[in-house]
């Protein structure tokens, strides 16, 4: 790893307290955050305090309304922290985005009573969520799922299986997307289910190239009782709110890929400024100082890219072509910087003594969540050219 002191990027924050929200966010990183990554990624530790502490915080409800214990903080700001925090640990960034995106259903589509009685936990209370949408035979055609809720009295049976849950096993709610009706989209309904519900139990989780510390893992639904009154909007609504969800949550992963290219630029700019061959700075090398340029360009178009879909969803305007378009081209970014991250360390960028292949290990997985950079084109193609012929 690099000597130099951290490199920090150069923000234009809409108000003073966003900036102030910004350096605090540093000071975490730099004393809770950074020293351990490496450590604790390679033990596969979960850093369950970390998430207490950004609570505690106030970082956990950003983008959310104070009245409940959120931060009152435009999507423009909450991105940037995403962003810093990815930086440091993608398990952290990635973490709080999936937590934000379990909370959008509640949030958005949850009646007066249930904001006023779930929301201040989750936001601020230290409580940490997960998002069930996938299914193991059921990903990126999501409207197809079958894990089941039937109707009994006052409550929901829920039974099925959910696959890919960042958070599974160790969350303390499940914002849960089941059919309720007919086969596709409009038979699906949308649930909040505690994470100790009678008969939810989680996988072991999964053995993942990357991200070793944030569990993903099956969770398997076995007559799980939900009341009525955690039914999360209209019954069938649930496939219409997870595509809302789905668009911001999108413009969180590529605040959290920009994040992760940032630190693979700072550590190969910090290795070939100080490595010297045949008398002189690699940096010095044509060769070498126009990779450097290409990531560096990479990251600020895609940071523009993320920023300008952010600053529509603040605005109220419409977004889901943006996301899609800012989601692709971040992530894909994300992983060829740390390609070239690799290549400007040689061999010492492919060991572990160096973070440039843990990065370029997570960054792949960016690529697949949150709707696959394939799916992402099929998003944006409709939007230009209308739905595919049937």
Known sequence: MSDRAPQWVERRLP??????????????????????????????????????????????????????????QPYEVYLQVLEELSAARLTVGLGVSVHSLACHALAGYGTKDQRTEHLPAMLSGGLLGAYCLSEPASGSDAASLRTKAVRDGDDWVVTGTKAWITHGGIADFYTVLARTGVEGARGITAFLVPGDAAGLSAAVPEKKMGMKGSPTAQLHFDDVRVPDARRIGDEGQGFAIALSALDSGRLGIAACAIGVAQAALNEALGYATGRKQFGRPIADFQGLRFMLADMATRIEAGRALYLEAARLRDAGRPFSRQAAMAKLFCTDAAMQVTVDAVQVLGGYGYTQDFPVERLMREAKVLQIVEGTNQIQRMVIARHLAGPESR
């Open 15 to 72: 108000t003073e307290e966003s900036s102030q929200l910004i350096d605090l966010v540093r000071d975490i990183v730099q004393r809770e955050i950074a020293p351990r990554a490496a450590e604790e990624e390679e033990a596969g530790h979960f850093p369950r305090e970390v998430f207490t502490l950004l609570s505690e915080s106030g970082l956990l409800g950003l983008p959310y309304d104070s009245e409940h214990g959120g931060g009152d």
